[in-house]
């Protein structure tokens, strides 16, 4: 009974060993992420806006932190499956990140804006699942906000992404309106 205790807590202080071990790249990773959100956000602004604002990031701006301890280090081995499996989902999303910035960027006849619009995507939908991991390593207890005036991790994300929606609503508000203003005035846009 004594030795299946002992390997009970054994097996829980590894697990959580694991996890601390693991946090601060995992935490670095995901700041990198939340930048790139925030930049493309920009970006993708500046695109549609046409006011002659433009952004001077590089295609480099935009690749994500690969994490150099996943999958490799003996502390991922010691992960609860359900940390494991969170971490495996955030770091895959950064491929599919990194893949479209590396083949995407400067392609011919592809749009600016729709190249920050999918950026936009991507990095939300790995924001999304760094949720489930900033909660389950808990990484708002390990590394609280640098600065006073800084929120959480969490709350930072949640404010970029709403920030990003709100943008593309305002985009497609603008769409529609034009569209529209087109379709009142269809010899207006045309040719003689």
């Known amino acids: 009974m004594n030795s299946r205790r002992s390997s009970s807590e054994d097996k829980a202080r590894r697990e959580a060993e ?83 910035v590396n083949d995407w960027w400067g392609r011919d006849g592809q749009l600016v804006e729709n190249i920050f619009n999918m950026l936009l995507h991507l990095a939300s939908d790995s924001l999304s699942l760094a949720g489930v991991c900033i909660e389950r390593f808990e990484l708002e207890k390990l590394f609280p906000p640098k600065y006073a005036s800084w929120d959480t991790l969490s709350s930072r994300i949640n404010r970029t992404k709403e920030s990003a929606e709100k943008s ?20 207006k846009n045309r040719r003689a």
Not at 171 to 187: C, D, E, L, Y
Request: aromatic content about 12%; some cysteine; glycine content about 2%.
């Open 18 to 100: 694991a996890r601390k071990y693991l946090a601060h790249e995992l935490n670095r990773v995901i700041e990198r992420v939340l930048y790139i959100h925030e930049r493309a956000s920009v970006n993708y602004v500046c695109t549609w806006a046409k006011d002659g604002v433009t952004p001077s990031d590089l295609q480099m701006d935009f690749v994500p932190y690969m994490p150099v301890l996943y999958p490799n280090a003996q502390q991922f081995r010691d992960l609860s499956g359900d940390d494991a499996t969170a971490l495996i989902a955030f770091y895959d999303s950064l491929h599919a990140l990194e893949k479209f």
């Open 168 to 187: 593309r609503e305002h985009r497609t508000a603008k769409f529609n309106a034009q569209r529209a203003s087109s379709q009142v005035h269809p010899t």
